[in-house]
């Protein structure tokens, strides 16, 4: 079972950029296409971001993040990063990494997928 840690959370002004990690351990995550999903309002569902295939060959933003955000992976370091820039107000959420087992990948569905982080917290002033 693979256990996923987020960082790189923070604090940041509208426009500015954070770099998200998501370390895995207890498995290798080149078995796994990966998501970022946040959580803007407690208790609400985990809304999608961003997902990368297995190979990194392919990526799917949600329409709110696209052309700011980018996820990519690095299979040898078993990490998974996304990268964000021109950061909005509407961005702050806790953000959460997500791996899933299908062969296809481009999951969009917080249940779809198998594996979770703890999340870790961005909030974007104005």
């Known amino acids: 079972q693979v256990q996923l840690v987020e960082s790189g959370g923070g604090l940041v002004q509208a426009g500015g950029s954070l770099r998200l990690s998501c370390a895995a351990s207890g498995g290798t995550i080149s078995r796994y296409a990966m998501g970022w999903f946040r959580r803007r309002t407690p208790g609400k569902e985990r809304e999608f971001v961003a997902t990368i295939r297995r190979d990194g060959a392919s990526r799917y933003y949600a329409d709110s993040v696209k052309g700011r955000f980018t996820i990519s992976r690095d299979n040898a370091k078993n990490t998974v990063y996304l990268q964000m820039n021109s950061l909005k107000p509407e961005d702050t959420a806790v953000y959460y990494c997500?791996?899933?087992?299908?062969?296809?990948?481009?999951?969009?569905?917080?249940?779809?997928?198998?594996?979770w982080g703890q999340g870790t917290q961005v909030t974007v002033s104005s």
């Open positions: 997500a791996a899933e087992r299908s062969a296809f990948g481009f999951r969009i569905r917080e249940i779809e997928y198998d594996y």
